[in-house]
């Protein structure tokens, strides 16, 4: 894993694939913005929020993402509800409500178009238990 890391890391060496990197990077991050805007917009209770609270929002939410919590979810879906009450002053009602929106937008939303590539891979259950087994003695070993 670390080999293929290194790997993907030394196409940084070139100016051209780090700046088309850079580009595709920019690209990306103003159209989750964008989306983030527009869904936020939806919503009588966000519709005042600026860009720069949008900005500062999916702030927030990109570090919670790191964090998941067993039994509870993801941090997503906690640091919306967080910074949506306390920052913005949303009642509690109206940031759970939009960051179960934000989370099917960011997460939900893909689950389908991933499973048709899986399964177009020819991806199926016995596939994935097989894998599991396989993988299970190499872990054994690191333990």
């Known amino acids: 894993m670390l080999d293929a890391f290194i790997r993907g890391v030394?196409?940084?060496?070139?100016?051209?694939?780090?700046?088309?990197?850079?580009?595709?990077?920019?690209?990306?991050?103003?159209?989750?913005?964008?989306?983030?805007?527009?869904?936020?917009?939806?919503f009588l209770a966000t519709r005042f929020l600026k860009l720069t609270d949008v900005v500062t929002l999916?702030?927030?939410?990109?570090?919670?993402?790191?964090?998941?919590?067993?039994?509870?979810?993801?941090?997503?879906?906690i640091t919306s509800i967080v910074v949506l009450k306390e920052v913005?002053?949303?009642?509690?009602e109206s940031a759970s409500g939009i960051a179960l929106f934000i989370w099917i937008l960011t997460l939900v939303v893909i689950v389908p178009l991933g499973l048709g590539c899986a399964l177009h891979q020819g991806m199926n259950w016995h596939k994935i238990k097989q894998l599991a087994r396989e993988r299970l003695p190499e872990e054994e070993e690191l333990t």
């Open 10 to 42: 030394e196409v940084t060496k070139r100016h051209g694939p780090l700046s088309l990197l850079a580009t595709y990077t920019g690209v990306e991050w103003i159209l989750i913005t964008a989306a983030y805007a527009a869904l936020l917009k939806c």
């Open 58 to 77: 999916l702030g927030f939410i990109a570090f919670g993402s790191i964090i998941q919590i067993p039994g509870i979810g993801g941090g997503i879906q």
């Open 88 to 92: 913005y002053g949303l009642s509690l």
